[in-house]
């Protein structure tokens, strides 16, 4: 169902509106990464591919270690607040890398572009303005807008390059930057109140938790290894094309084009079987043993255009296959109230993996070669596919919360147990706190209609 079609004015309003704070903030963020290498050859530093990573992936560091601290600020202080803090932070590294004579300057602007790590606050504040039973399709329109940011920036990088250069691209996010801010201040709604929400933001009383479950710990592995090999691969895979397979950089997105716009009509139908038919784990190691032999080609191609195609073909299947099943799997196996917890570690550990993967593939590209960077993302995908191979099937189940009205803490776990024991539910979470209970139910034939004369007082 269209997400238009279910949501409130305002609903859609906040949709929409923090959807284009997502994709706007992303989109300058990836715009670089097909074209960076190339440029940054042609200035001062930009001969070191160790400085050439660090300057693509620095602002990994310092989103992993701001965006869980700064969501919980945003409980204190107030959600937009935050979240101009992040955007001109984002529009201010941005103009210092648009300025930079050097890549130690460029690197710079990166680091003050990490700090504004927004994204926990943004969810928080989707949170606020969406009520529970609506909140999932939310969530997914904005997770929809990234994944489209990402495309479109391999695509469009490459013709920016060429009509403004990579000074201008930086300008150009320092710009949407700006432009977010004024969304955020005249189209975004006002919460009437905020608080926190357990499917949404990190709570410190359940971190420990979320890290000893050994199930939700091979996913963290996962989305890590997944982003370490994609910066690393965006070192070097401009250098290849352009150098090696004898492609002009200002032709690379008729690669990039073609080569995500196939990938995606592949992933899809194994999104559809994986999460429609109970198959979402023979999917998912087939993504990653696909991801695997990709990068093995990746490193026997590096001198044939076509071979270069076929592999980035093979990548980015995997890479958008992953991207959308690996959310899915910490929803199905993250404890219900401790869903934006399990998101917030996931998060963190992604954007390490771009810090990570910048490093080490700058580090390994200038001391071992090209070739050493997808032996590196081997291992990793190699290591990934031995945890998910022991991965437990997870659950076939879709997440419900329902709005619950002065619970006291008995009464919410009377109501808990209740609805445990709905034909259907395979577990139920009440948080009396918060208003709210959350319930992971099978995807099809769970009584609806039990749980909600049960949540109405009406059984």
């Not at 309003?13 to 706007?24: D, K």
């Not at 499917?199 to 996962?222: H, M, W």
Request: charged share 10%; net charge positive; aromatic share 8%.
């Amino acid at each position: 169902m269209d997400i238009t079609e279910v949501l409130s004015r305002n609903e859609r309003r906040a949709t929409i509106g923090l959807a284009a704070i997502y994709g706007l903030r992303m989109l300058g963020m990836f715009l670089i990464l097909p074209v960076f290498a190339l440029y940054a050859a042609h200035i001062p530093g930009g001969e070191s591919h160790l400085m050439v990573g660090l300057a693509l992936g620095a602002y990994g560091l310092t989103q992993g270690l701001l965006q869980l601290p700064l969501g919980m600020l945003s409980d204190r202080i107030g959600r937009k607040k935050v979240i101009v803090f992040g955007l001109v932070l984002l529009a201010l590294g941005s103009f210092v890398a648009a300025a930079a004579t050097t890549v130690q300057g460029i690197i710079l602007g990166r680091v003050i572009q990490g700090a504004g790590a927004v994204s926990a606050v943004v969810a928080a504040l989707l949170a606020d303005l969406t009520r529970e039973e609506q909140r999932t399709k939310a969530m997914a329109g904005i997770g929809a807008t990234i994944g489209l940011a990402f495309a479109v920036s391999l695509v469009m990088g490459p013709v920016l390059d060429k009509w403004v250069g990579v000074p201008g691209i930086f300008a150009l996010t320092g710009v949407l930057a700006i432009a977010a801010i004024g969304v955020v201040l005249f189209y975004v709604p006002r919460p009437a109140l905020s608080h926190f929400h357990a499917d949404a933001e990190a709570s410190p009383a359940r971190l420990k938790d979320v890290l000893r479950d050994a199930q939700l710990l091979r996913l963290n592995y996962g989305i890590f290894a997944l982003h370490t090999a994609q910066m690393a691969m965006f070192v070097v895979v401009p250098v290849a094309l352009a150098n090696y397979a004898g492609l002009p950089k200002e032709h690379h997105w008729w690669v990039y084009l073609p080569v995500m716009a196939g990938s995606l009509l592949l992933a899809v139908p194994g999104i559809i079987v994986g999460e429609k038919r109970g198959k979402l784990k023979p999917v998912f190691v087939g993504a990653v043993a696909l991801m695997l032999a990709a990068q093995v080609a990746l490193s026997q191609s590096m001198h044939s255009l076509a071979g270069l195609v076929a592999a980035l073909f093979a990548y980015f299947a995997a890479f958008n296959l992953l991207e959308a099943t690996l959310p899915s799997l910490i929803s199905k196996l993250a404890p219900a109230s401790a869903k934006g917890t399990a998101m917030g570690v996931y998060n963190t550990a992604q954007s390490l993996g771009i810090f990570v993967g910048g490093v080490a593939g700058g580090w390994l590209a200038q001391h071992q070669g090209f070739g050493s960077v997808f032996a590196l993302c081997a291992v990793l995908m190699g290591g990934w596919l031995a945890l998910a191979l022991g991965m437990q099937p997870p659950p076939a189940v879709k997440t419900r919360m329902f709005r619950v009205e002065n619970l006291s803490p008995s009464q919410a776990q009377e109501l808990r147990a209740s609805l445990a024991a709905v034909g259907g539910v395979v577990e139920a979470a009440v948080l009396a706190d918060e208003g709210v209970a959350m319930l992971k139910v099978k995807q099809s034939g769970w009584d609806e209609t039990a749980a909600m004369q049960l949540i109405r007082g009406e059984a």
